[in-house]
């Protein structure tokens, strides 16, 4: 055996937005039952864009996310939940009710050069007595030497675990390496971590990151997740298998979950489509892609055209109400509109 990896599966957080943020309960009681009997340590269960995500902004949940984590909760004889917090959306009073139904590890996520708004809620989650992690979304928009100076933050402020977040699939495995081996030399917590999929790299990247001293990775049942979604949960376990990595997940009963449960609901499959290309391509948010393809058919303009304005403004999460703008711009010099 290499030594024993942590997967964090995130099928019914970052699957959400995929889902258009409509699990129903029974649903995340059936994946959190599947994932529970697999052998999976931790899962994500709230809202895409995290606690407090519901709303206008970000598209609101069907379910309270609280009722979705007592769910998953209830299903559960061994697994942990966890949850994703975004200083600005989730409050303090989200963690805490978070915690009281159940949730176990807290994932503190931030732009890849803000890791200073989170101090408060790293410290919050230390105190609520969570595994606290810090999440550095969009880290193909820094720096090496920048990721580093950020998540040396995180661990100040408390963070057991530092994850490098390819937020837009938009990473090659070199820049995979790069990045958590110079974590793995800068830090002493723990490194994590989470793909997309918009290259078709996910699979390649996680493999780099592991051997660049990565301990967290994270995955999806069937790689539900924004744009193309994420490296995908029963694929890796049979990889790390065949490597000879303990993960502690069973394939045969992880794959029964993929594609007994989450494979019957999904609303269509995650394919590397033009537009998911696109996101990985020109470094995209990936949980733009719904928000995208609805602008484009409204104003008539090509969905492509819209991703790429937005990776030259280099867009991040929070601004999906310019995505509207950037297309009825484009739609404008076409004289599209009427």
Known sequence: MKGSLNIVDVTLRDGSHSMKHAFTEEQVRQVARGLDEAGIKYFEVSHGDGLGGSS????FSKVNELQLIEAAREECKQAEISVLILPGIGLKEDLQDAVSAGAKMARVATHVTEADVAAQHIELSRNLGLKTVGFLMMAHMAPTNKLVEQAKLFESYGAEIVYVTDSAGALLPHEVREKVQALRENLSCEIGFHAHNNLSLA???TMAAIEAGATYIDGSLRCLGAGSGNTQTE?????????GYNTGVKLFPIMDVANDVVAKFMPRPQEITGSSL?????????SFLLF?????????????DILVALGKMQAVGGQEDLIYDVARGIAAKKNLLV
């Open 278 to 286: 696109i996101m990985g391509y020109a470094g995209v948010y990936s």
């Open 292 to 304: 995208t393809q609805e602008a484009a058919r409204k104003y008539g303009v090509d969905e492509r």
């Open 235 to 243: 694929v890796m376990v049979a990889v790390l298998d065949k490597l």
């Open 56 to 59: 206008l902004q970000y598209g």
């Open 203 to 205: 699979m390649a990247n």
